[in-house]
């Protein structure tokens, strides 16, 4: 990985942060020194259990908190430096859990204006930009609709149509998928992959189904405040044994590829798709 | 307790421009101890179903007999009696607790159920030993103070201090993290092989209902599509693909595998039968 | 079912009213209700149920919708006929019992009955034809022009948008708060008075704590898209005046002038009333 400057999206650079309590004195840490970059164009996956800090690193790098300790620069601009907020905030975009708690307009359309509003763009470009982000999240038909009406996965994609429409570089995703049945949480990631593929996105996604991200360029794992792994989603899903005293899953074939290989079959340990098993097993 | 179901239509919003119909002319029996899966994607009609189960809701026609008794011709106060029998945990159940400690909050059911003092603290203590907490430890607590999972399990501690003989459950595991979905699907099983009550699970995953259920319930459009055991249901792949749910990652390689190995089993959806299967055949 | 009860009641038939710039419907309607008071004999009456029957038709609102919009507040309209037909002093023309009724307090009942009716009818008629986000946008300009008012325009349109957006929510809400509690035992439908307000609140807490919760992640999320207030903010939809804005707000002005002259027409209508 290089260190180009140019080519980094996120810095963050030893961050602690920590929560205050509300009757103990003592305050509850999220984050115990937290390194990590993102560079443009990347899909990062970041997995961890719940109260492993995810959620507190996601709002961290959107400017929602800051670090009691540490920097984070998003874009080249120090998230603490409270001329950036906004910059920050329109850069980084953050699509939210519950899609029910993110929308605020009762028209599909006025909710998807309502970032570029904020932002004070002109309202012909404004339009343009809701009818494209629209467009991008394949919801155009709904532009008239009433958020109520529409199922999770459908919502979820109001939300990100809302980001777009800022124009953001980066979009962060803490745990989108959680609230949604398959079918929601399919459309939902093929949003996602698009965005990334075909748009450039740099994408930052939060989750707790690991087969949302094995093709992600890279995945991290976090665990008491702290990042535990790093590397390729194969390099970090065959540490099997690893990832489970954690609390976490693996995805099927990578576990079953550990499970005959520990029964003395012959077979690689970085096995992740259904396609690989095959080939794995039919040789 | 076995539960049948005859023939239940229901129809929301009947007349209206609105009219929905959920539920047509259902028909099935839960036999008294079984462990019942139902899946279906949204608004197949599932949770409209489960909620006929212990009387929320009136059919528009048909009807649900619960030991041979039908629950819609019984008086208000009958009803009321029965929803102590049918337990239903609703989903997300944490956003039910209201009350100051934790104690209190799985109280409520049996105190509704008009039980005394000591009945009471004795089925409280037992359901939330029954969902893996300390009860000496969380039982003056606040039920907000917890963590999401634990307040989860208080929630389902809840229904089971009314001891059901029926545990319906709508997705208890939406929304956790790995750990917690594993925790809580085992304690479910726990309680179904030791009390012997007759569960209904509502699920999403099937990795989840293949692992634990004797027979699952596919529905779509608010009709049955199959009611059978795991391994005929997890053959029918491309019914369950034209209906958009979609069976366990194994069950899709062991069809595969099928064209090298034809004498493999197909009827395969748990990681640890997969194992078995692929060694058996590998090995000879 | 819960769910069903629509706010706002918007009854979007696509007519020359509905396409109206919010701004001159909700003009027209306070001069409305303003006219109303300043009448004082049945022609005023006569030509304001003219001019509501001629919106009606235009509006193309099924009669029977807006009738219906009445009768909740049959209740009301009965008590101040009452009231009125007994209470005020003056020639009695009838006596029932203890109780007499004088002719001006006939005359004050019937005022006052078609004005409460007109009241509801002009109103309703304003909600019917305007959507919610149309209103809330109309009333933000509006309220530009009182004063201390004006300087909280935005954040009030604000809280009225978003008060819209989850009313379904916490309806569903309220709904499976009811039922999750029903499977626990609680019973809602008999018992006291004072018992059951006391089962409210296994109802009232959890809704109340997801609200909080609800209104706290739209907050991070609004902050998250760059909300700061009214400040420099833009709109996508900007309000404009039309040709038909112009000629209603033409209309507007005849119809002022119209029912003052009213007031001043002194010929019976052959009967004392």
Redesign the interface.
């Given at each position: 990985m290089t260190m180009d400057v140019k080519n980094k999206m996120i810095d963050v650079r030893d961050v602690y942060f920590s929560y205050p309590h509300h009757n103990e004195n003592e305050a509850v840490h999220a984050l115990n020194g937290v390194s990590l970059h993102i560079e443009k164009g990347e899909f990062v996956g970041i997995i961890g259990h719940n109260g492993s800090g995810k959620s507190t690193l996601s709002k961290l790098l959107n400017a929602i908190i800051f670090p009691s300790q540490g920097d984070v620069i998003v874009s080249g601009l120090n998230t603490k430096d409270h001329q950036n907020l906004w910059t920050i905030r329109q850069t980084a975009g953050m699509v939210f859990q519950n899609p029910d708690n993110q929308l605020v307009a009762t028209i599909v359309e006025e909710d998807v204006a309502f970032g570029p509003e904020n932002l004070g763009v002109p309202p012909l470009e404004i339009r343009e930009r809701v009818d494209r982000a629209l467009a991008v999240v394949e919801m155009q038909a709904y532009a008239h609709q009433k958020p109520h009406q529409l199922s999770g996965g459908q919502k979820q994609r109001i939300a990100i149509a809302g980001i777009l429409a800022m124009e953001p570089e980066c979009i962060i995703f803490d745990e989108p998928t959680a609230m949604l049945d398959p079918s929601g949480r399919r459309e939902v990631m093929e949003t996602i992959k698009r965005l990334n593929r075909d748009k450039a996105m740099t994408v930052i996604h939060i989750t707790h189904f690991m087969e949302e991200i094995v093709d992600a360029d890279r995945v991290i794992v976090l665990d008491k405040g702290k990042v535990v792994m790093e590397g390729q989603p194969r390099t970090i899903f065959k540490q099997v044994k690893r990832l489970k005293e954690i609390g976490l899953d693996v995805p099927q074939m990578t576990e079953l590829a550990y499970e005959l290989r520990g029964e003395g079959l012959k077979i690689p340990d970085d096995v992740l798709s259904i396609e690989e098993m095959v080939n794995a097993l039919c040789q | 307790m076995s539960v049948e179901i005859k023939n239940l239509s229901h129809t929301y919003s009947e007349g209206s421009p609105f009219e929905f119909r959920a539920l047509k002319d259902i028909s099935i029996t839960i036999e008294n101890g079984s462990f019942i899966g139902i899946i279906g994607h949204t608004g197949s009609g599932k949770s409209t179903l489960i909620q006929h189960l212990n009387g929320l809701l009136t059919p528009t026609s048909g009807t649900v007999l619960v030991d041979g008794k039908d629950i819609f011709e019984t008086k208000k106060s009958e009803l009321i009696q029965l929803r102590h029998h049918v337990g239903l945990v609703f989903q997300y159940p944490e956003h039910q607790l209201f009350e100051e400690t934790v104690q209190k909050d799985v109280g409520f059911g049996p105190k509704n159920q008009g039980l005394s003092e000591d009945e009471i603290d004795q089925r409280v203590r037992q359901s939330i030993k029954m969902v893996g907490l300390d009860f000496d430890a969380i039982k003056d607590k606040s039920p907000f103070e917890l963590s999401g999972g634990q307040m989860r399990r208080v929630a389902i501690a809840g229904v089971l201090a009314m001891e059901p003989s029926v545990l319906i459950l709508d997705e208890p595991t939406a929304g956790l993290d790995p750990r917690g979905r594993e925790e809580i699907l085992a304690q479910i099983k726990s309680l179904h092989t030791q009390k012997q009550i007759t569960v209904v699970l509502v699920s999403h995953s099937m990795e989840d209902i293949g692992k634990m259920v004797d027979k699952i319930l596919v529905i779509n459009e608010g009709e049955v599509v199959f009611f059978d055991t795991p391994n005929r249901v997890f053959t029918e792949i491309s019914t369950l693909e034209s209906i958009g749910l979609a069976v366990p990652q194994v069950t899709y390689l062991m069809r595969r595998l099928k064209e090298k190995y034809p004498e493999i089993r197909e009827d395969i959806f748990t990681v640890e039968a997969a194992k078995k299967e692929i060694l058996k055949v590998i090995r000879g | 079912?819960l769910k069903?009860v629509t706010i706002g009641q918007y009854y979007p038939t696509g007519s020359v009213i509905h396409k109206l710039d919010p701004r001159t419907k909700i003009l027209f309607t306070t001069a409305f209700v303003v006219m109303l008071f300043f009448l004082n004999n049945l022609w005023g009456y006569l030509a304001t149920f003219l001019i509501l029957a001629t919106i009606t038709l235009l509006s193309k609102i099924p009669v029977g919708y807006i009738i219906r919009g009445i009768k909740g507040l049959v209740l009301i309209i009965m008590l101040t006929v009452v009231l009125n037909l007994f209470m005020t002093p003056g020639t009695t023309i009838a006596t029932l019992g203890p109780l007499s009724v004088t002719l001006e307090g006939l005359k004050v009942a019937t005022y006052m009955a078609l004005r409460l009716i007109f009241l509801v009818v002009g109103t309703s008629i304003m909600t019917l034809t305007t959507?919610?986000?149309d209103l809330t946008d109309g009333m933000e300009w509006c309220m530009r022009f009182i004063p201390f008012v004006r300087r909280y325009a935005h954040e009030l349109a604000m809280m009225m948008?978003?008060a819209?957006?989850f009313i379904?929510?916490l309806m569903?809400?309220t709904e499976?708060?009811m039922?999750?509690?029903?499977?626990?035992?609680?019973?809602f439908?008999?018992g006291s008075i004072i018992s059951r307000a006391k089962n409210l609140?296994?109802i009232l807490?959890?809704l109340f704590?997801?609200a909080f919760?609800?209104a706290d992640?739209?907050a991070?999320?609004?902050?998250?898209?760059?909300?700061?207030g009214g400040e420099?903010?833009?709109?996508?939809?900007?309000l404009a005046f039309e040709f038909r804005d112009h000629a209603s707000l033409v209309l507007m002005v005849m119809m002022i002038v119209g029912l003052y002259l009213t007031t001043m027409i002194n010929i019976p209508l052959g009967f004392p009333i």
């Amino acid at each position: 990985m290089t260190m180009d400057v140019k080519n980094k999206m996120i810095d963050v650079r030893d961050v602690y942060f920590s929560y205050p309590h509300h009757n103990e004195n003592e305050a509850v840490h999220a984050l115990n020194g937290v390194s990590l970059h993102i560079e443009k164009g990347e899909f990062v996956g970041i997995i961890g259990h719940n109260g492993s800090g995810k959620s507190t690193l996601s709002k961290l790098l959107n400017a929602i908190i800051f670090p009691s300790q540490g920097d984070v620069i998003v874009s080249g601009l120090n998230t603490k430096d409270h001329q950036n907020l906004w910059t920050i905030r329109q850069t980084a975009g953050m699509v939210f859990q519950n899609p029910d708690n993110q929308l605020v307009a009762t028209i599909v359309e006025e909710d998807v204006a309502f970032g570029p509003e904020n932002l004070g763009v002109p309202p012909l470009e404004i339009r343009e930009r809701v009818d494209r982000a629209l467009a991008v999240v394949e919801m155009q038909a709904y532009a008239h609709q009433k958020p109520h009406q529409l199922s999770g996965g459908q919502k979820q994609r109001i939300a990100i149509a809302g980001i777009l429409a800022m124009e953001p570089e980066c979009i962060i995703f803490d745990e989108p998928t959680a609230m949604l049945d398959p079918s929601g949480r399919r459309e939902v990631m093929e949003t996602i992959k698009r965005l990334n593929r075909d748009k450039a996105m740099t994408v930052i996604h939060i989750t707790h189904f690991m087969e949302e991200i094995v093709d992600a360029d890279r995945v991290i794992v976090l665990d008491k405040g702290k990042v535990v792994m790093e590397g390729q989603p194969r390099t970090i899903f065959k540490q099997v044994k690893r990832l489970k005293e954690i609390g976490l899953d693996v995805p099927q074939m990578t576990e079953l590829a550990y499970e005959l290989r520990g029964e003395g079959l012959k077979i690689p340990d970085d096995v992740l798709s259904i396609e690989e098993m095959v080939n794995a097993l039919c040789q | 307790m076995s539960v049948e179901i005859k023939n239940l239509s229901h129809t929301y919003s009947e007349g209206s421009p609105f009219e929905f119909r959920a539920l047509k002319d259902i028909s099935i029996t839960i036999e008294n101890g079984s462990f019942i899966g139902i899946i279906g994607h949204t608004g197949s009609g599932k949770s409209t179903l489960i909620q006929h189960l212990n009387g929320l809701l009136t059919p528009t026609s048909g009807t649900v007999l619960v030991d041979g008794k039908d629950i819609f011709e019984t008086k208000k106060s009958e009803l009321i009696q029965l929803r102590h029998h049918v337990g239903l945990v609703f989903q997300y159940p944490e956003h039910q607790l209201f009350e100051e400690t934790v104690q209190k909050d799985v109280g409520f059911g049996p105190k509704n159920q008009g039980l005394s003092e000591d009945e009471i603290d004795q089925r409280v203590r037992q359901s939330i030993k029954m969902v893996g907490l300390d009860f000496d430890a969380i039982k003056d607590k606040s039920p907000f103070e917890l963590s999401g999972g634990q307040m989860r399990r208080v929630a389902i501690a809840g229904v089971l201090a009314m001891e059901p003989s029926v545990l319906i459950l709508d997705e208890p595991t939406a929304g956790l993290d790995p750990r917690g979905r594993e925790e809580i699907l085992a304690q479910i099983k726990s309680l179904h092989t030791q009390k012997q009550i007759t569960v209904v699970l509502v699920s999403h995953s099937m990795e989840d209902i293949g692992k634990m259920v004797d027979k699952i319930l596919v529905i779509n459009e608010g009709e049955v599509v199959f009611f059978d055991t795991p391994n005929r249901v997890f053959t029918e792949i491309s019914t369950l693909e034209s209906i958009g749910l979609a069976v366990p990652q194994v069950t899709y390689l062991m069809r595969r595998l099928k064209e090298k190995y034809p004498e493999i089993r197909e009827d395969i959806f748990t990681v640890e039968a997969a194992k078995k299967e692929i060694l058996k055949v590998i090995r000879g | 079912m819960l769910k069903d009860v629509t706010i706002g009641q918007y009854y979007p038939t696509g007519s020359v009213i509905h396409k109206l710039d919010p701004r001159t419907k909700i003009l027209f309607t306070t001069a409305f209700v303003v006219m109303l008071f300043f009448l004082n004999n049945l022609w005023g009456y006569l030509a304001t149920f003219l001019i509501l029957a001629t919106i009606t038709l235009l509006s193309k609102i099924p009669v029977g919708y807006i009738i219906r919009g009445i009768k909740g507040l049959v209740l009301i309209i009965m008590l101040t006929v009452v009231l009125n037909l007994f209470m005020t002093p003056g020639t009695t023309i009838a006596t029932l019992g203890p109780l007499s009724v004088t002719l001006e307090g006939l005359k004050v009942a019937t005022y006052m009955a078609l004005r409460l009716i007109f009241l509801v009818v002009g109103t309703s008629i304003m909600t019917l034809t305007t959507s919610p986000i149309d209103l809330t946008d109309g009333m933000e300009w509006c309220m530009r022009f009182i004063p201390f008012v004006r300087r909280y325009a935005h954040e009030l349109a604000m809280m009225m948008s978003i008060a819209l957006r989850f009313i379904p929510t916490l309806m569903e809400e309220t709904e499976r708060i009811m039922k999750a509690q029903k499977a626990r035992g609680a019973n809602f439908e008999t018992g006291s008075i004072i018992s059951r307000a006391k089962n409210l609140i296994p109802i009232l807490i959890p809704l109340f704590i997801s609200a909080f919760r609800r209104a706290d992640e739209l907050a991070t999320a609004m902050e998250a898209r760059c909300y700061r207030g009214g400040e420099n903010r833009t709109r996508m939809k900007q309000l404009a005046f039309e040709f038909r804005d112009h000629a209603s707000l033409v209309l507007m002005v005849m119809m002022i002038v119209g029912l003052y002259l009213t007031t001043m027409i002194n010929i019976p209508l052959g009967f004392p009333i």
